[in-house]
């Protein structure tokens, strides 16, 4: 019959498409856990779970190291530090890769919440190489954050990249903040 035949070719079409919908996903799994590698390698300087691992059946990100052969879940043997460097990590990898939106900028609050001194340096290091292809807003409520990051962009040696800061500099339940505007500053030309 008809209906039948119909019938038929609809379930070949959907076994079809979900066959291609599990590569793609397959596929984007591998080149978001790429990226997020990437970010772990350039933030987390330790040999000791420093490879990131989605169990992709179960939807987990496990991490592991060159002594363990399988991932562990990393609240279990992480610091706050650690936990901060990985959640960093996979924030910006994935923002990174992402591909729905012509957006080309990122926006962190507080990105260097609990990190050492030595992550806080690497975290710097790998945001110079994000702002030559995106716009970066970082928002902090820490002055010394904020000053070393000043010093920072001042010393950022990009071409035709600008720069600008804004500073809460107080507040009236009548009228709102008061925000002072830094004035954009053309960065240095190497």
């Known amino acids: 019959s008809v209906l039948h035949q119909a019938q038929n070719r609809f379930d070949l079409i959907a076994e079809k498409l ?3 919908s ?30 990131v691992d989605i169990d992709f059946t179960e939807g987990e990100l496990l991490v592991k190291d060159r002594w363990l052969t399988q991932g562990v879940h990393p609240q279990d043997y992480s610091s706050t530090g650690q ?10 990898g994935l923002a990174l890769r992402q591909t729905f939106s ?4 990122l926006l962190l ?14 975290f710097l290091t790998l945001l110079k190489r994000i702002a030559l292809s995106r716009q970066v807003i970082i928002s902090t409520a820490d002055s010394n954050i904020a000053e070393v990051l000043r010093r920072q962009l001042r010393s950022w040696s990009v071409r035709n990249r600008r720069w600008c800061e804004y ?19 053309q960065m240095a030309v190497a």
Request: aromatic residues 8%.
């Open 109 to 122: 609050d507080e990105p260097v919440q609990n990190l050492d001194d030595l992550h806080f340096l690497a």
């Open 102 to 105: 012509y957006g080309r900028f």
């Open 18 to 20: 979900e066959a291609r």
């Open 167 to 185: 500073e809460w500099v107080g507040f009236q339940p009548e009228s709102g903040p008061t925000i002072r505007r830094h004035e954009s500053r």
């Open 83 to 92: 936990a901060n460097v990985l959640a960093l990590s996979v924030f910006l």
């Open 22 to 51: 599990r590569i793609e996903a397959d596929s984007a799994g591998k080149q978001h856990l790429a990226a997020i590698q990437k970010c772990v390698n350039d933030l987390y300087p330790h040999r000791h779970l420093n490879e």
